[in-house]
């Protein structure tokens, strides 16, 4: 004992042990612990519980070490092997803590998050705790500042605009309410039984406010929606107001959540916004988030899985509200009669959202399960049902028709000339006309790999197709006209499968052409139909149906006047069918599901704007956004990270491809690369396990 008092200069005692702080978060104490190097984590948590002495469950705390910022989970390490020396401060504080998440939708909902696992286990946890299947296609989203974006100040109530500086969510002093910690906070707040708070938002018949005005669901706007982890008499009620709030959302989202918006400007904002994105090999203590801290929730895979509208009800209605928002906010870009026709399909699903819906409302046509598992095993071996006329398997289908054409130059002023065209497989190929298509072609051209973007207004009847042919000459760019609706749906359809590498004769073909024509006829003023609500016995907010930009472009009487007229060709959808076809008009924008960034190529003076997609990625002009190249991750051998010079490699069949981000941290433009490879390798196997170990080592970016 004598020998343990004699303190050496070094901290330690003559015995070799030394003293270790560890700070309690639970019950604000510092404790000092006599201890040596080869004592382990787990010993510690033990000794320590024992000298506290206190009869309460301690099975979810760890140890967190904030000046290396790491969690000191593995309890079988020792202090040595740790690196944990006597100038070390230790907390000892809880895993799971309360973390605002806010959804696609808006809606801000206080949830209890392990803080100590990686992002990709933690989110999975929170989606099967949401009800979302297939949570694998989300993440955690840092809100965006407002550096060269705009606000939407136009969505803001004045009262906000002036509060949000002062009303920081995200800072941990502003956290400090006891009736927003839990316990075990790392602010400094004594513990104390978690509270449930209403979720702002959740009438849906008001904005954002207190009222209790019961909602068609029967429950009042201040129902309680935070969910917590621990038990409770109303937990069951609280989680099923929230699933309820969920499936159908409020038409208003809270002032809370209308702060965090941001209008972006360019293209060099929409890639600001996803230098946001969480590390999902990290935990969120050791990526800066605090408890009480609001993240934003949202799809960040553009690869939406087993889609199914009996099982997948709050899933496709967060999806149907992330299209919304990224509409509405200019994140994606579209046409004025595209604007217009998801003007219509939004207000259909608000007018049907306080109906009473059919249990079989779905695109399937209320089959049962029986009979869907059979369509399903039909299409998993033949692909899909073959329709009549297309049984001949020993021709090979083709597109011939005259079209108007223009390949562009830089300085031109020449006009669409006309041509005869022939598509077969993946091949275009040009004549002068339909006498001289068996002779020798004028040019000919490999659509297989290529960019197809349409070009299309229904009220001036232009139906062009944009086409990016990458060669060995390089990219060229051509426009092709058409003449009809029909003629563009069969021409692009065809087009379409040729970038993907399939031909006429895939199975998908049909549906293809179908979901085109669906999609124009959408666009149609439906001059037959008498529109049901008309502007004299409704007022239309058409702030929350367009965007900024549409709104400064027309008046409010005559935007109002052409959402009620294109509603009419779409009354007599159901909720989820106009979900539904919100979405698939959502993924037929040419910007659909590309990620910007920012980057500079290797070799390359200036910054290049790079797309990635779900299967390939696409060289932009920063400025315009035109395409210049594209690359198919099916072409794609290997890629990672080199950690020296922050840089991605991405090596292809025929090139390498060396670049370093300027946006955002070159792992993030990595983790959507190894992300979307990931998700490709999913099956319809009911007994099909992620595996988490794949993830990490496509994401990881390590060779």
């Known amino acids: 004992m004598e020998g343990k008092m004699f303190k050496?200069?070094?901290?330690?005692?003559?015995?070799?042990?030394?003293?270790?702080?560890l700070y309690v978060t639970d019950l604000q104490v510092e404790k000092t612990l006599s201890v040596t190097g080869d004592i382990h984590i787990g010993g510690i948590m033990l000794k320590?519980?024992?000298?506290?002495?206190?009869?309460v469950d301690w099975s979810d705390h760890a140890i967190w070490w904030p000046e290396r910022n790491m969690w000191l989970k593995r309890t079988g390490s020792t202090l040595d092997q740790c690196g944990v020396q006597a100038d070390a401060k230790l907390w000892f504080t809880p895993m799971h803590k309360t973390l605002r998440v806010q959804m696609p939708d808006m809606q801000l909902i206080d949830m209890r998050v392990d803080f100590s696992e990686n992002i990709f286990k933690s989110v999975m946890e929170l989606g099967k705790e949401l009800g979302v299947r297939h949570p694998e296609e989300m993440s955690f989203l840092t809100k965006p500042d407002n550096k060269g974006g705009r606000n939407n100040k136009h969505r803001r109530p004045s009262a906000a605009i002036k509060k949000a500086k002062d009303k920081d969510r995200d800072s941990m002093a502003s956290s400090n309410s006891n009736e927003a910690a839990s316990t075990g906070s790392l602010d400094g707040i004594p513990p104390h039984t978690p509270t449930r708070r209403p979720s702002p938002g959740y009438n849906r018949s008001?904005?954002?406010?207190?009222?209790?005005?019961?909602?068609?669901?029967g429950t009042n706007g201040n129902t309680p929606m935070s969910v917590y982890s621990s038990g409770g008499s109303n937990y069951s009620d609280s989680f099923e107001n929230l699933n309820t709030s969920l499936i159908n959302s409020p038409q208003q989202p809270s002032k809370e959540a209308l702060e965090g918006l941001c209008r972006p400007g360019s293209y060099r904002d929409k890639a600001r916004i996803n230098s946001g994105w969480l590390d999902s090999s990290k935990s969120l203590m050791e990526q800066g988030t605090r408890e009480n801290d609001t993240l934003m929730l949202r799809f960040?895979?553009?690869?939406?899985?087993?889609?199914?509208?009996?099982?997948?009800?709050?899933?496709?209605?967060?999806i149907y509200e992330q299209a919304k928002w990224s509409l509405l906010n200019e994140e994606i870009d579209c046409t004025e009669e595209e604007m217009i026709m998801f003007a219509a399909l939004q207000m259909q699903?608000?007018?049907?959202?306080?109906?009473?819906?059919?249990?079989?409302?779905?695109?399937?046509?209320?089959?049962d399960d029986i009979d869907q598992a059979l369509t399903n095993l039909q299409a998993s071996l033949e692909g899909s049902t073959i329709e009549a006329g297309h049984t001949d398997i020993t021709t090979v289908p083709e597109l011939q028709d005259y079209l108007r054409f223009l390949k562009p130059k830089k300085i031109t002023l020449k006009s669409f000339k006309r041509g005869y065209f022939v598509f077969r497989d993946t091949t275009l190929t040009q004549y002068k006309s339909q006498e001289e298509s068996h002779g020798l072609p004028l040019a000919r051209f490999n659509l297989n790999k290529c960019e197809v973007t349409h070009d299309v207004n229904i009220a001036n009847e232009k139906y062009g197709i944009k086409l990016l042919v990458v060669s060995a000459e390089g990219a060229q760019d051509i426009l092709l006209r058409c003449d009809t609706e029909d003629q563009y749906a069969r021409w692009m359809a065809g087009f379409r499968l040729a970038s993907k590498g399939k031909t006429m004769a895939d199975s998908t073909y049909n549906s293809e052409v179908q979901g085109i024509k669906a999609f124009l006829s959408m666009q149609h003023r439906q001059v037959a139909n008498t529109p049901t609500i008309t502007s004299e016995n409704t007022d239309i907010k058409v702030e929350d149906y367009v965007s900024y930009r549409f709104l400064k472009k027309h008046k409010a009487k005559q935007i109002a006047s052409r959402i009620l007229e294109a509603h009419a060709s779409v009354q007599r959808m159901s909720l989820m069918d106009a979900k539904w076809n919100y979405i698939k008009a959502w993924q037929a924008l040419p910007e659909y599901g590309i990620t910007y960034f920012v980057v500079k190529f290797r070799n390359c003076r200036k910054e290049e704007l790079l797309g990635v997609a779900y299967n390939r990625l696409i060289k932009m002009d920063v400025n315009s956004g035109d395409s210049q190249k594209t690359w198919r991750y099916s072409t794609m051998t290997a890629w990672h990270v080199n950690w020296e010079v922050k840089e991605v490699l991405v090596q292809m069949e025929d090139e390498n491809i060396q670049f370093s981000c300027h946006s955002a941290d070159c792992k993030v433009v990595h983790e959507f690369i190894g992300g979307y490879i990931f998700l490709s390798m999913r099956s319809l196997d009911s007994n099909q396990t992620l595996n988490e170990e794949m993830f990490h080592k496509l994401t990881g970016g390590w060779v």
């Open 349 to 367: 699903v608000n007018l049907q959202a306080d109906l009473p819906q059919q249990s079989t409302d779905s695109p399937d046509g209320g089959k």
């Open 8 to 21: 050496l200069p070094d901290g330690k005692y003559a015995d070799g042990s030394w003293e270790l702080n």
């Open 300 to 318: 960040k895979y553009f690869t939406f899985y087993d889609l199914d509208p009996k099982q997948d009800q709050i899933r496709i209605n967060q």
């Open 48 to 55: 320590l519980v024992e000298e506290l002495d206190c009869p």
């Open 206 to 217: 008001g904005i954002g406010s207190n009222a209790s005005t019961p909602n068609s669901h």
